[in-house]
């Protein structure tokens, strides 16, 4: 098992900047992708980046060049950086570990997600 504990979210106006972090527990040596999703009110889940553990990264289009996903495997946690945040990116965002073998998820793990307003 796998634990997820996200902290970071908060309100901020248009143009302002946040960091999320996931600090993970447990299981850690099985993981093979960590990811960040986000869920805006009436709206389905969404990708927004994901890093895997050879450091190759994946944004949604909407957030490229403007978000940054990191990890520091030392304090076992990972990062989003988000700057230049726009009223559409408020969300509740939630940080994700899988663990993959070949192409099946043998392991899918979520944080209790953490809120983000940005104010126009």
């Known amino acids: 098992q796998v634990q997820l504990v996200e902290s970071g979210g908060g309100l901020v106006q248009a143009g302002g900047s946040l960091r999320l972090s996931c600090a993970a527990s447990?299981?850690?040596?099985?993981?093979?992708?960590m990811g960040w999703y986000r869920q805006a009110p009436g709206k389905q889940r969404e990708l927004v980046a994901t890093?895997?553990?050879?450091?190759?990264?994946n944004y949604a289009d909407s957030v490229k060049d403007r978000f940054t996903i990191s990890r520091d495997n030392a304090k076992n946690t990972a990062y989003l950086q988000m700057n230049s945040l726009k009223p559409e990116d408020t969300a509740v965002y939630f940080c994700?570990?899988?663990?993959?073998?070949?192409?099946?998820?043998?392991?899918?793990?979520w944080g209790q997600g953490t809120q983000v307003t940005v104010s126009s």
């Open positions: 447990g299981r850690l040596f099985s993981i093979n992708v």
């Open positions: 890093m895997r553990s050879g450091g190759r990264t």
């Open positions: 994700n570990a899988r663990n993959f073998i070949g192409t099946v998820v043998a392991g899918d793990y």
